[in-house]
């Protein structure tokens, strides 16, 4: 071996071992699971205690059941927890990105499961005619903007939140709202009593000044706390490099003036701080945002062209939250001790409702996750809160329960009417759509029982319940369906991996089924407002299951897929959706059929779930 040869071997033996220092000082991700994008939920385990939340469900139709404009495109939210309540921004398109007229909304909660009526927070903003715009020939002539922001909120100091948008210019449908081109960035802020300050522009793009835009400059504001707030914002480097991509290109306000999208961060505890760009690119920061490492992919992250969040959580660990995968489906999320080796991959969101409205840039799937900035307030709960949009089209939240596993040591007892009010639904994984809802209720009689209800005629109502890991399982639980004519419940056993084993129906056609093979068959007939106990008694080896209802036996069945255990029951309002997959178009062009309206409800009541292992 010459010494040119023995030259090279060492660089390229140096390089390996910097990139592999590099690797180990960086967010990265060691664990052995993979998301197969072949299902919506990746055949990922989910979470326990997850509760999906949906915010606001576009209505072209009807829009006075959403947000009285009938806007379908919505995207990009933001969240904070200030003065008791969650506070929620969301940018709003006509029918697809980059389509104005387009405004920004603020939603409120008290609790992040009954939300409010969305409130304009940045209203439409006419482009004054003539306008042109650098690399592009077309001429602005009744062009409205279009919303575009990073940052939707800052609480100082002093306890004054502030929420913040951005006019952005698009000549055309192809054109790009973040490419440093637009009006400028304004703020208002949100007082206590839910009222709003006026909107002020806080930093103008190139060519753009408080004599040829429409809302003043911040520094006129009366109230100089407002404009302090605004200051300290403005001198906090974590908070402006979520405005690189809006910003002049050359902006000294930002500190990495390079334009990776969408970013997020966290504090270690030694003080470091951890960035999270699109596409899982990282780096570290030892001086608050000021400059960065190196940065480059988290080793073993697999993450497309969508938001990657990352956050301490209440017991001192840390999660990421990100769609894994090169779809954005489904929505999962990672663990790590120390804020750099995450060790799992579990799942947060894993379903796809039909997009009811096609436009311009919309992608299909749970995607664009945000969770409350440092400083921007602790909801009490210790839960770990996220918000996200759902096809760039209904805006959702979700409720992660801390510590956060996949499992859980003890067999179900959950007689819901002797459980603590507020703390029934802990251990269970719920999907509540606006129109169809999972909750706690009271009977007629006063008994509390856990409520599923559908009105949609395209998502439905889920609520599953993770039990402990067994070959045989002996399941119970009791149920009421309020009608026997409309509606439909699935009930299912599943594995690890959420492949359904078995399935019974409660069906329109009074009809309590079962799924043999490809086919449904009947069981047995069931009333309208009847409690029925139903237990199963479910074996692994032989693919074997009974069936008895109100202690009677009423059928054995064969497992219509095979697993090796079984570990979580699942309720469910419909049937298992597989559209849109991996080979479907990008870019739905098509609406469909609706009249906006919601139909009749049916609704179940479960009184009581209860499992043990079944003896062999």
Known sequence: MNFKTIKTCLVVAAIAITNEAWAQQAAHYTATTLNNPDYHHGQLQPAVGVHNIQVMRANREHPEFADNFGYTYNHAPMLAYWNNRFYLEYLSDSVGEHIPPAHTYLVTSKDGYAWGK????????????????????????????????????????????????????????????NDGLGIGRVVREIYKDGSFGPIYFIRYNLGWNAKNTDFPYYKKAKDKKFVKACDALMNTPLMMQQWVEEADRDDPLIPLKKQYKAFSYYHLPNGNVVGLWKHALTGISQDEGKTWSDI???????????????????NGKFATVYNPSDFRWPLALSVSEDGLEYTNLLLVHGEITPMRYGGNYKSYGPQYVRGIVEGNGTPPDNKLW???????EDIWVSGVKVPITAEVSNDVKDVFNEMTEGQELDFW???SPAWARVQMKNTKDGTRVLSIADKDEFDYAKAERVFPENEN?????????????SGELHIELQ????????????????????KDGYRVKNIMAYEAGKKYDVRINATCHNRLYDVFVNGKKVKTGLFFAPVHSLEKLVFRTGPVRRFPDTDTPTDQDYDLK?????ETEAEYFIYEVSTEKLAE
């Open 118 to 177: 969305p409130q304009v927070l940045f209203p439409a903003y006419k482009i004054p005619d003539g306008t042109t715009k650098e690399g592009r020939s077309e001429v602005a002539e009744n062009l409205f903007a279009v919303m575009h922001q990073r940052m939707g909120f800052y609480v100082s100091d002093d306890e004054r939140l502030l929420a913040l948008g951005y006019y952005s210019i698009c000549m055309a449908a192809n054109d790009s709202p």
């Open 594 to 598: 609706t009249n906006g309206l919601p």
């Open 495 to 514: 594995d690890g991996k959420n492949t359904g084993a078995l399935r019974l129906i409660f069906d329109a056609d009074g009809y309590l089924k079962y």
């Open 386 to 392: 996220i918000t996200y949009s759902v096809n760039k």
């Open 429 to 431: 994984n719920i999907y």
């Open 296 to 314: 480059g992919r988290a080793p073993g992250f697999i993450n497309g062209n969508a938001k990657i969040w990352g956050q301490q959580t209440s």
């Open 473 to 485: 399982v002996r399941i119970n639980f009791s149920i009421e369906p309020a009608q026997n004519n």
